[in-house]
């Protein structure tokens, strides 16, 4: 899996013209249904792990808006869809909290 991923970042960045850029992991925990926002301009997320895959979430961003139901196969997060910008982030129902895992590339200028 972790091949895989590297090839989605490396021809994502590619395609965008970048030669260089710096991966980390970024843990984000939903507790209830307030949104969180999040400012990630000239980064690109992938969400790659959620703990509780039934809780629907909606995640919003400059480029597209999804819900987690609408990428859940076979109870993981599937998508090689990014998300960038401002990006908001919300449980659409109150339940137990949630945790999820996105890497985050940050492109070198």
């Known amino acids: 899996m972790e091949g895989l991923i590297n090839a989605m970042i490396e021809n994502r960045m590619k395609s965008q013209g970048f030669n260089a850029?710096?991966?980390?992991?970024?843990?984000?925990?939903?507790t209830n249904t307030n949104a969180v926002n999040l400012k990630r301009q000239n980064k690109t997320m992938f969400l790659i792990d959620v703990d509780?895959?039934?809780?629907?979430?909606?995640?919003?961003?400059?480029?597209k808006i999804f819900k987690l139901s609408d990428i859940n196969y076979a109870g993981l997060p599937?998508?090689?869809?990014?998300?960038?910008?401002?990006?908001?982030?919300?449980?659409?129902?109150?339940?137990?909290?949630?945790?999820?895992?996105?890497?985050?590339?940050?492109?070198k200028y």
Not at 21 to 30: A, D, F, Q
Not at 52 to 63: R, T, Y
């Open 52 to 63: 509780n895959i039934d809780n629907d979430i909606v995640f919003q961003s400059d480029n």
């Open 21 to 30: 850029w710096n991966i980390k992991t970024e843990t984000i925990i939903l």
């Open 78 to 107: 599937v998508t090689s869809e990014s998300i960038t910008g401002e990006v908001i982030i919300k449980k659409l129902t109150h339940t137990a909290p949630t945790t999820l895992l996105f890497i985050t590339v940050v492109p």
